[in-house]
């Protein structure tokens, strides 16, 4: 039988599944894709918390809604860190990262136009849930090497110890399931 967490987001209740990360570890799956309730509530209250921001930066997972539901509400430019190089992108830069829900380390870059875009201007990066930090990380890093100005990181949920964490805002903590 298959177990849920319940949560309220942003006044939103959800059922999420729990899922097995290891034999001695499970979280509480939060899937953003899809849902457009949750989305836009959670962008209305983050941005009651979050400075003036120029553009919004996420990496390339669940986050690309959120990512895109900031820019229409604010009309702010978002730009995604991919997950591998595209041809349209000129002189990419890259940095390593590894998160909670993937197998493998991997890459993210962005490209001239998205450091241009970002040089000098007061950058938000967005992430669905932050856990470890290895993305946030990885996507300060790709900022920080682009020359932006990071104002702040926010994320719908923090989950396990990143509710702790003094240099993100979120909107609800996230426990994690030990076995």
Do not use: W
Request: hydrophobic share 45%.
């Amino acid at each position: 039988m298959k177990k849920y967490y319940d949560i309220t987001i942003a006044g939103i209740k959800r059922k999420l599944p729990l899922c097995a990360v290891n034999d001695k570890l499970d979280i509480a799956a939060f899937v953003l894709f899809g849902d457009v309730e949750i989305t836009i509530a959670a962008t209305t209250e983050l941005l009651k918390k979050l400075p003036e921001f120029d553009v919004i930066v996420t990496p390339e997972a669940k986050s690309i809604p959120l990512a895109y539901e900031f820019s229409r509400q604010t009309g702010k430019p978002y730009i995604v860190a991919r997950k591998g190089i595209k041809v349209y992108m000129i002189n990419p830069i890259s940095v390593d990262v590894r998160s909670i829900t993937t197998a493998h380390p991997q890459k993210l870059y962005i490209g001239e136009d998205e450091v241009n875009m970002m040089k000098g201007k007061r950058v938000l990066i967005v992430d669905d849930v932050i856990s470890t930090g290895e993305s946030l990380e990885a996507v300060r890093e790709l900022v920080n090497t682009a020359g932006g100005n990071i104002i702040a990181s926010c994320a719908i949920l923090a989950e396990g110890d990143a509710e702790k964490r003094d240099d993100i805002i979120f909107l609800e903590p996230l426990p994690l399931f030990f076995k």
